[in-house]
């Protein structure tokens, strides 16, 4: 089946934001969790929640190949720690997120009764004490909700252990572009989901397929794991982001991957730690690329030393797994995200085709 540009753009135009706005730290992605659910409602596939949150969804294929794809739908975020007598709420992390993105941020807490809204701000917001060096822990940062003591704030519903997401809206700029919170990784959840649906529509013939969204990525790949063990797929592919670095200051040599060009096909992550990362399967990078140009599929590289994603943790589960990785370039990452519509049009087309065209 021959994929339409236009619909796979149209439907990322209409649901990212959803996808995007759901507040789902990790730990926390009953939120995601649920929506994705519910646009799987009507498709004819087996849908698990395992013990750790992650959807798993089983499309029966007439390749004998069992392979599994993963996007995690958990996003980077805080949680309350400390609420103190006069309503201030004091956090922690939850993931890699760095002290630059809380000045005067919007945040949401979620509580077991719904959302609450509050600001981030710094013990030197300006006046009247200037701050005059960046901070270097979370830990100098609060959040207001308006409360002006504990017993107040715990009446909003908020208690310690409530999950915190930074807010940036959704917003479409220029022609391809869009900027969103948690584009790492439901852009990606998007992709995923287009293909599953594609996959409803199509005569061609695909392996035995497992769409894993996952939880608790950003903390540790918990959920791939756990998932990769259970199902023992032949092969495994994380859809993640990989870093756009094409902004001022950041010399041509240095960029990992651009925006506007195209896919990303992982060859390697990680390494400089020499633990949990990727050298991806070498047949599983050969053939992409021979798929990305057999369908005029524009792609890039990525190789670079740092950062991983679910696949560098499940390579090495169950004996070893073929293992690799297809990405969105993306901007900002862990701040206010930014991706290109094309490169969102073509890693779906990349995934599926390759799936697709999947031999032993």
Request: charged residues 25%; hydrophobic residues 40%.
């Amino acid at each position: 089946m021959k994929l339409d540009k236009k619909e796979i753009e149209k439907d990322f135009r209409n649901s990212i934001g959803k996808l995007c706005e759901a507040v789902g730290p990790s730990g926390f992605e009953d939120e995601i969790s649920d929506l994705i659910i519910e646009q799987l409602k009507n498709f004819d596939v087996q849908i698990e929640r395992d013990v750790l949150g992650n959807i798993i969804v089983h499309k029966h294929g007439q390749k004998k190949q069992k392979v599994l794809v993963a996007a995690h739908m958990d996003e980077i975020g805080l949680i309350v720690r400390h609420i103190d007598s006069h309503g201030f709420l004091w956090m922690e992390t939850l993931g890699g997120i760095a002290v630059q993105q809380f000045f005067g941020k919007k945040v949401t807490v979620k509580t077991e009764s719904g959302h609450v809204t509050g600001i981030i701000q710094s013990m030197h917001p300006g006046r009247p004490d200037r701050c005059t060096s960046m901070p270097e822990s979370v830990h100098d940062f609060f959040i207001d909700v308006g409360a002006e003591s504990a017993e107040e704030a715990e009446k909003l519903g908020i208690e310690v252990g409530n999950p915190v997401s930074i807010y940036y809206p959704t917003e479409f700029l220029g022609k391809n572009r869009v900027v969103a919170k948690a584009l790492d990784d439901r852009a990606l959840v998007f992709v995923l989901l287009e293909v599953l649906k594609f996959f409803e529509k199509t005569d061609d013939q695909i392996p035995d397929f497992y769409a894993l969204f996952s939880t608790q990525e950003e903390i540790g790949a918990r959920g791939a794991i756990v998932a990769t063990t259970n199902i023992k797929p032949d092969y495994a592919i994380a859809l993640d982001m990989s870093l756009a670095t094409d902004i001022p200051g950041v010399q041509e040599r240095n960029y990992i991957n651009e925006l506007g060009k195209g896919t990303s096909i992982k060859v390697m992550d990680k390494l400089s730690t020499g633990v949990n990362g990727i050298i991806s399967d070498r047949k599983m990078v050969s053939d992409m690329k021979r798929i990305a140009k057999e369908y005029k599929i524009p792609y890039q590289i990525e190789a670079y030393s740092a950062g991983a994603t679910d696949a560098s943790f499940m390579q090495t589960l169950n004996g070893g797994i073929k293992s690799g990785g297809i990405q969105i370039p993306m901007r900002y990452v862990h701040s206010y995200e930014e991706c290109d519509v094309r490169d969102v049009c073509a890693t779906v087309e990349l995934l599926y085709y390759y799936l697709c065209n999947l031999s032993s």
